[in-house]
């Protein structure tokens, strides 16, 4: 991004491409990073329920939060309803809540690192397996 900047033809170029094909481009990028993040599921064991929980519990908050956080700064009943005296931190506060991966990810490592399981539930013995048949290669 900082070349783009920096070199004005690059920068034209990516300025006058059409929104649809930015879509396009955000389309396949945010699916790909998606399906490497569900890749990771293939480790865990998703007939222990509380693996579903944590999954099921992140994947809401991350979707709900978000939307209710930008319902109610929109709304001019409750706009002021985040004021801590601090603008920055209020800024902070308002980032963290509208981004959906910062809340399902957080909730997601909270919850996967307080409930207990086992090494097999968590998926740790597999992953571990997994990355030493892979170290063999030299």
């Not at 170029?13 to 396949?28: D, H, K, N, T, W």
């Not at 993040?37 to 991350?62: A, C, E, H, K, P």
């Not at 399902?104 to 207990?116: K, Q, S, V, Y």
Request: hydrophobic share 45%.
């Amino acid at each position: 991004m900082f070349v783009i900047g920096c070199v004005g033809k690059l920068g034209v170029f990516f300025a006058s491409m059409p929104e649809p094909i930015v879509g396009g481009m955000y389309l396949v990028m945010f699916g790909i990073i998606s399906a490497v993040g569900i890749s990771n599921l293939q480790f865990v064991d998703l007939t222990s329920s509380r693996n579903v929980f944590v999954i099921g519990i992140s994947l809401y908050m991350g979707l709900v939060v978000p939307t209710w956080t930008a319902k109610t700064l929109a709304d001019p009943a409750t706009k002021d309803s985040l004021n801590t005296g601090s603008e920055e931190l209020d800024q902070l506060v308002v980032v963290i809540m509208t981004s959906g991966m910062i809340i399902g990810g957080a909730l997601a490592c909270f919850l996967d690192n307080t409930i207990p399981g086992t090494d097999e539930e968590r998926g740790m013995t597999s992953y571990k397996k997994a990355t030493e048949d892979c170290s063999d290669i030299e």
